[in-house]
């Protein structure tokens, strides 16, 4: 490789990409093509980018395997940053397993990262935890070591586990400081922001205070009886009741949950759950019978009983009863949740990290466009969207989908 060449590569691993462009823009040979349009990537232009590696992937000879390789993580990285969550998996798979053959560990292990890195997207974190495992940080160098404690960060804070995730970022932190890199260090500080950030609300016997991630994992571990909004669900500990299926059943049992130890009125119960302004008796025999439902789905947590008024909530044991609720809670919430990272999101991308359909993703855009709460830009299949991160908040427990018809 030529001394050119090898300036542009050592340019671009410490995030200059200018300086990089300096030294190659004019050049048309295929290590000269990949390192400008990873240099366009690092700069924002992605479809240049994709556009310069696909004809450097061209350009590069039938024995260069592992330079063809490389232009695709790099497509790859192009694809993550650039919310194509439905770009060919297989095709990283494939590049990773000739990265790991022909002996460039680091760049195998950078493929394995951006794995990492859109399975904690799309929500299939066991997978993510797979592939991380497979990964051996000790030899990295300090930017790689830095992305690898990134995902042991995401997965851990997703999993409620926030000394491991503290851990993992201060280790990235250092990492990062030793690279030298401006943008690494900056995703590094803003996880760790995420941290000492409200991610949820508290709601219990009429009063209501924000939560920080560990203050959230206290909560779970808790013997107190949780109604959780982001999955939808009725939790003690490691008992868990889900009724994400049954959004009529989980109105209920908020309303009854927020009013403990008190009870909730049936015209109210019926107004929350039903949307029915003015109870007549075919919405209080939908009422006893949704009721009933109710008591059999948290027979083992709790029971229902029947007030002069209304019903209230009897946990079976001693304990608290509380409501973690979104930070912030409007309409497509979810999708909100998602674009709050900052990026431009495709609505293919949105659909599939929220398991919901494109359409449905699709109407609940424009109703957050015409609300002023997101932007878009491009069209056809270049449209994307976005919306600036809502200040004050984290967004990492914002991923599961929202309920059925919410």
């Not at 297989?90 to 990265?99: E, H, I, Y």
Request: aromatic share 4%; with cysteine; charged share 25%.
């Amino acid at each position: 490789m030529d001394s050119l060449i090898t300036a542009a590569a050592l340019a671009l691993a410490a995030g200059d990409p200018l300086g990089a462009l300096d030294r190659v823009a004019l050049r048309e040979d295929a290590p000269a093509l990949a390192l400008r349009g990873i240099a366009m990537a690092q700069l924002g232009e992605f479809d240049r980018a994709k556009a310069l590696l696909r004809r450097a992937a061209r350009a590069f000879g039938p024995k260069e395997a592992v330079a063809r390789a490389r232009c695709v993580v790099a497509e790859a990285e192009i694809a993550l940053v650039s919310r194509d969550l439905g770009w060919p998996a297989k095709t990283l798979d494939s590049a990773r397993a000739t990265l790991e053959k022909h002996g460039d560990r680091l760049n195998a292990a950078h493929a394995g990262h951006l794995k990492v890195r859109r399975l904690l997207l799309i929500g299939r974190l066991d997978e993510a935890e797979q592939v991380l495992a497979e990964l051996d940080p000790a030899p990295l160098p300090p930017a790689a070591r830095a992305a690898h404690e990134l995902a042991v960060a995401g997965i851990a804070m997703r999993r409620l586990k926030t000394r491991t995730a503290r851990t993992a970022l201060e280790w990235a932190r250092h990492a990062a400081r030793q690279a030298g890199i401006p943008g690494l260090m900056a995703e590094v500080d803003t996880a760790l922001l995420a941290l000492d950030t409200p991610a949820a609300r508290l709601i219990a016997q009429g009063e209501e205070r924000p939560l920080l991630l560990a203050e959230v994992e206290a909560l779970q571990a808790s013997p107190a009886l949780v109604v959780d909004t982001f999955r939808y669900a009725v939790r003690r500990q490691e008992a868990t009741v889900s009724l994400a299926t049954r959004p009529v059943l989980f109105a209920l049992v908020r309303a009854l949950a927020e009013a403990w130890p008190g009870d909730v009125s049936r015209a109210t119960l019926i107004a929350q759950a039903f949307g029915g302004k003015h109870a007549d008796e075919s919405h209080r025999a939908r009422l006893r019978v949704e009721i009933g439902r109710l008591r059999a789905e948290l027979r083992t947590l709790a029971d229902i009983n029947a007030t002069s008024r209304g019903f209230a909530l009897a946990p079976h044991q001693p304990g608290a009863v509380a409501v973690l609720a979104r930070p912030i809670e409007v309409r497509h919430a979810s999708v909100l949740a998602l674009l709050a990272d900052g990026e431009a999101w495709a609505s293919s991308a949105l659909a599939l990290a929220l398991g919901a359909g494109q359409r449905s993703v699709q109407r609940a855009l424009e109703q957050l466009v015409e609300s002023g709460k997101v932007q878009s830009f491009g069209h056809g299949r270049a449209r994307r969207w976005m919306t600036p991160p809502v200040a004050g908040f984290t967004t990492t427990l914002l991923l599961p989908a929202p309920l059925p018809n919410g």
